[in-house]
T-cell receptor
Framework: EDQVTQSPEALRLQEGESSSLNCSYTVSGLRGLFWYRQDPGKGPEFLFT???AGEEKEKERLKATLTKKESFLHITAPKPGDSATYLC??????????FGTGTSLTVIP | DAGVIQSPRHEVTEMGQEVTLRCKPI?????LFWYRQTMMRGLELLIYFNNNVPIDDSGMPEDRFSAKMPNASFSTLKIQPSEPRDSAVYFCASSLARAGPFFGPGTRLTVL
């Protein structure tokens, strides 16, 4: 069965301390992998779509990369405003969507 | 663009009552999704439509749940009768083809 696993479940960083979030996936055929940011009480906010291994996307302090088995969301010099839950999702060739349970990121001033 | 619009934002009802959640997708998007989010189960896909046609409703928990999309700019998710275990945040999302879905602000449902 297709599935998405995110790690770690929770991450605490000091402001300026760069790190990476992991999204491992098992999928019969990948059509796309998505990263979202979710703030408390709000809907997930779309960040990136990656379609094939080797692809990279960047937005401000965030950079997403994709291999055939996993994706990383790299956060460079995070700020307290980057604190949120980051969700990963895959879209397979059977037109099914699977979300991971997310990584809760806290950036301490 | 106003983004995905959902109403109501909050709904409190009593067990056994009918609940109707509404969604207006982003104009031009051809996919519409209904998700449910709880602390225990995370985000669960309930049903999705392509060009107003339901494609996969395997995530709909029971016959008490039904969804319709009468046109490209409107969809409803109905729960009848509602139960306390249906309490959750319900999100509507829309997308264009393979792109990642854009989510609405959600409806927080509490069933007493």
């Amino acid at each position: 069965e297709d599935q998405v696993t995110q790690s770690p479940e929770a991450l605490r960083l000091q402001e300026g301390e760069s790190s990476s979030l992991n999204c491992s996936y098992t999928v019969s055929g990948l059509r796309g992998l998505f990263w979202y940011r979710q703030d408390p009480g709000k809907g997930p906010e779309f960040l990136f779509t990656l379609y094939s291994a080797g692809e990279e996307k960047e937005k401000e302090r965030l950079k997403a990369t994709l291999t055939k088995k996993e994706s990383f969301l790299h956060i460079t010099a995070p700020k307290p405003g980057d604190s949120a839950t980051y969700l990963c999702a895959v879209h397979n060739t059977g037109n099914q969507f699977y979300f991971g349970t997310g990584t809760s990121l806290t950036v301490i001033p | 663009d106003a983004g995905v619009i959902q109403s109501p934002r909050h709904e409190v009802t009593e067990m056994g009552q009918e609940v109707t959640l509404r969604c207006k997708p982003i104009s031009g998007h051809d996919y519409l999704f209904w998700y449910r989010q709880t602390m225990m189960r995370g985000l669960e896909l309930l049903i999705y439509f392509n060009n107003n046609v339901p494609i996969d409703d395997s995530g709909m928990p029971e016959d008490r749940f039904s969804a319709k999309m009468p046109n490209a700019s409107f969809s409803t998710l109905k729960i009848q009768p509602s139960e306390p275990r249906d309490s959750a945040v319900y999100f509507c999302a829309s997308s264009l083809a393979r792109a990642g879905p854009f989510f609405g602000p959600g409806t927080r449902l509490t069933v007493l």
